[in-house]
């Protein structure tokens, strides 16, 4: 703006001395009450005239206690004395504002990001008389800004680091496979690593879901953390909430004592959602909720919690046909399905069959000395079509180990029972409640093998529910 000439006054045309005194009194309380720092400093280094806002940014109780405190505008306010020359130097060059970010010192001793916006005021002569200038406090925003660029940098670099490690490689975690299904699903696991959004890992049972799972944890920036496994389709519905979100001591009968929920265990780490599909609406809308960010009470209380968790899920369901047939809120599944991983069956990776046998028997003898199939062994495996997958794969291996037989070689009129007894070894001298056992273990597992390994098509058949059937796997070792 230009300076007034001689003679010129800040009257307006006919405007009186009461009008000019209302309208220098509006200025004045534009001035005092404005929410932006406005400041007027000498060349010399000392500030003319402050307002409220520009006080207590610097810390400073008064525009009057500043002005008093700070007697060297070089020294005492900016953090690096000679970014003012630098300031100065630009300001008496421009005609308009200029813009600058600096680091300025409070009354404390503290520091503070500042943007500030400087003009020079000259006189007649075309001098520099004095500046005007505006302050904002814009720390907070630029350490966001640090933070957002260093996790990007850290992920990126994480990205290349993954992506070179796990070209053409064999396993990635506890995953084995070298086939190119297997490379597309690490690729898409180390995509997932690199980020915090949620994941939704879907294929048959037994293709290594969880496996997928802890291995995004594992090289996420929440490895620290908690990786919480929860199984939806093994809680009772009325117990869902309180495993959830915890319950206060008092809450119904039998909460003894205050107890932390899966998401208080997951804060900070990642919560995989086992059999997602398992969840009903009610429970969907609760934890969707809680995954947003808004928080979840635990049962009994009426104070808010937060948890900083990530969501990873998993089911052998077809979510989309769950959504259309309205028993999964869309809302829920938009939500988790961010980043899918389909993991392949095993016979849609028949090259990974080898890999896998040699894993195996490595883990199941527990000794250096490697186990070698015969030629006719290895064929039949690679033939047979893995209803059950990896898991079904583990448990032949080890029935082969024990009767040196593959069970799935048999006469195609043999029924369930027929092939689960004649895998059973005859033994007298079992109690009857071992061998009552083993003959429950072997039908369980041919009935899963059956039908895909699908709990619920298991259970209806075998005339239980699919949580004693879940149950009944786990004291069995089948999961």
């Not at 802890?214 to 953390?225: F, T, V, W």
């Not at 690679?382 to 029935?399: H, S, T």
């Not at 109690?431 to 390994?453: D, F, N, R, S, T």
Request: hydrophobic share 35%.
């Amino acid at each position: 703006m230009a300076a007034k000439k001689s003679g010129d006054t800040n009257r307006g045309p006919g405007e009186t001395v009461d009008e000019l005194r209302a309208r220098a009194d509006e200025f004045q309380s534009i001035f005092d009450n404005s929410a932006l720092g406005i400041f007027q400093s000498s060349i010399e280094g000392r500030f003319l005239r402050v307002n409220s806002a520009f006080a207590h940014i610097l810390g400073y109780e008064s525009p009057r206690e500043l002005i008093d405190s700070i007697q060297d505008i070089h020294k005492q306010f900016y953090l690096q004395p000679e970014r003012r020359h630098e300031i100065m130097a630009a300001v008496e060059a421009e005609d308009g504002l200029s813009r600058f970010e600096t680091e300025l010192q409070r009354k404390d001793g503290s520091v503070i990001t500042a943007s500030l916006k400087i003009r020079a005021v000259r006189n007649d002569r075309g001098d520099v008389s004095h500046l005007d200038g505006f302050i904002e406090d814009v720390t907070v925003a630029r350490e966001r800004e640090r933070v957002i660029k260093e996790q990007s940098d850290y992920l990126s670099k994480e990205n290349i680091r993954l992506r070179a490690s796990i070209k053409d490689r064999y396993r990635f975690g506890d995953l084995i496979g070298k086939s190119g299904v297997m490379q597309e699903v690490y690729e898409r696991m180390t995509q997932a690593a690199a980020t915090d959004v949620s994941v939704i890992i879907t294929g048959e049972s037994g293709t290594g879901k969880e496996l997928v799972a802890k291995a995004i944890h594992g090289l996420s920036r929440r490895q620290q953390g908690e990786f919480v496994t929860v199984n939806c389709g093994a809680i009772p519905e009325n117990l869902l909430e309180s495993e959830f979100f915890g319950h206060k001591k008092g809450a119904f009968t039998g909460a003894n004592a205050d107890t932390h929920g899966y998401l208080d265990l997951a804060n900070g780490g990642t919560l995989f959602l086992d059999e997602v599909g398992e969840l009903g609406p009610e429970m969907q809308v609760k934890l969707l909720r809680a995954v947003e960010g808004g928080g979840y009470f635990p049962v009994g209380d009426s104070r808010m919690r937060q948890s900083n968790f990530r969501v990873i899920a998993a089911t052998n369901r077809n979510l989309r046909e769950m959504v259309k047939a309205g028993r999964m809120r869309e809302d829920f599944f938009f939500r988790i399905h961010i980043i899918p991983i389909s993991m392949p069956s095993l016979r849609d990776r028949r090259d990974d069959i080898p890999l896998l046998v040699d894993q195996f028997l490595h883990d199941f003898a527990g000794s250096d000395k490697p186990l070698v199939l015969p030629g006719k062994v290895l064929e039949a495996l690679y033939r047979y079509d893995w209803p059950g997958n990896i898991r079904e794969l583990q448990n032949v291996l080890r029935r082969y180990l024990a009767i040196k037989r593959l069970d799935f070689i048999e006469p195609s009129g043999s029924t369930m029972a027929e092939e689960t007894l004649s895998d059973t070894p005859a033994n007298s001298e079992l109690p009857l409640h071992q061998m009552v056992a083993q003959y429950e273990k072997g039908l369980i597992e041919k009935c899963l093998e059956h039908h895909h390994w699908h709990r619920g098509r298991t259970a209806a058949v075998l005339q239980i529910d699919r949580k004693t059937l879940f149950i009944k796997m786990k004291a069995h070792g089948l999961i």
